[in-house]
């Protein structure tokens, strides 16, 4: 690949409806692209937020981009990144045949987001009072999706977390859509008998869900003050984030970052989800692209966009 004129970065954002986070999401993004300083980069939200993808590869093509790297600063491949991203990309490949445009994989199980992890943790459980490791209780917390390859990713991190910091017992759970949720988490852990817990909330930035992690886990503290739990913070903006997000860069246009497409549903017969192998890929956020606040507190929503049925 020539230096001279290095493919054009877009960072992918899911997008979300609490300013905060996507605040967080714009200062990594910034981040990121002072790592690559000699490159034209613009950032896209797949929804509830602008630009959005098309609006960021828009402004990309107009400022001279012809080849394009887009990386998705998410966490988990689920439906979002397997599926609406792709879907998006390649809509806007096909509209724009000039263009090379290549997709990166997401963040997943990343040995620098698990020392990151680690680190989250371990300032958690200084916030506790003295006492031994092996009679702490670690409760990691996912976001939740319909797909359980990225469900499973979740307990990979917490099986990691746990084997490597040797807690006395890890609870793996997700704040929505799948089991178990954190609440009857926190409820069966009392039985374990364990004193002290930390909270880990297995999310890239803030929002309406690690919020409601963090409630849950006052309001449980609150009814057991005979507990001792903290609440560790999300990865968030951390060194070992941009780290392994320009990896995932590199590996993009090494052609070795692959999504991991072993346990995908849309592409096996997974058990219990046989249906949806070999399902098209679309999109599935017509209806909330673009879609969010503006600065003056109107909520926008573009009807621009080709719906799969109008093409």
């Known amino acids: 690949m020539e230096s001279a004129n290095p493919p054009a970065l877009l960072i992918v954002g899911h997008g979300s409806r609490d300013p905060e986070g996507v605040a967080e999401f714009l200062r990594l993004a910034g981040h990121l692209r002072d790592r ?7 950032i896209g939200f797949l929804e509830f937020a602008r630009p959005t993808i098309e609006e960021g590869i828009q402004t990309l093509i107009e400022r001279g981009a012809r080849r394009i790297t887009a990386v998705p600063g998410m966490l988990m491949a689920a439906r979002h990144a397997k599926n609406d991203v792709p879907f998006e990309l390649n809509t806007l490949a096909a509209m724009h045949p000039e263009l090379e445009l290549r997709y990166g994989a997401e963040l ?14 371990e300032a958690a459980e200084g916030r506790l009072p003295p006492g031994r490791r092996e009679e702490t209780l670690l409760i ?31 609870e793996t759970c997700y704040i ?14 009392r039985g374990l008998g364990f004193s002290r817990m930390i909270v880990f909330p297995y999310f890239l930035f ?13 309001e449980f503290a609150a009814a057991h003050p005979e507990l001792a739990l903290a609440k560790a913070h999300y990865l968030d903006d951390a060194d070992e984030v941009i780290e392994a997000l320009a990896e995932r860069v590199r ?25 949806h192998q070999g399902e098209p890929q679309v999109g ?7 879609a969010g606040v503006d600065g003056h507190g109107h909520h926008h929503h573009h009807h621009h966009h080709l719906h799969p049925h109008e093409e």
């Open 108 to 121: 997943g199980v990343d040995a620098a987001l698990l020392r990151l992890a680690a680190a989250r943790i």
């Open 140 to 170: 990691v917390v996912g976001r939740g999706a319909s797909d359980p390859d990225a469900n499973g990713n979740v307990a990979k991190i917490a099986r990691m977390l746990w084997e490597g910091m040797g807690f006395g017992w890890t």
């Open 206 to 218: 803030t929002g309406r869900l690690v919020k409601k992690i963090y409630r849950q886990a006052d």
């Open 284 to 290: 599935h956020h017509f209806h909330v692209r673009g």
């Open 251 to 275: 590996q993009a246009e090494e052609g070795s970052g692959v999504m991991n497409c072993l346990l995908c549903q849309y592409r096996e017969r997974i058990v219990g989800f046989e249906a």
């Open 176 to 189: 929505g859509v799948t089991r178990p949720l954190l609440a009857e988490t926190l409820e069966r852990a």
């Open 36 to 42: 690559f300083p000699d490159r034209l980069c613009e």
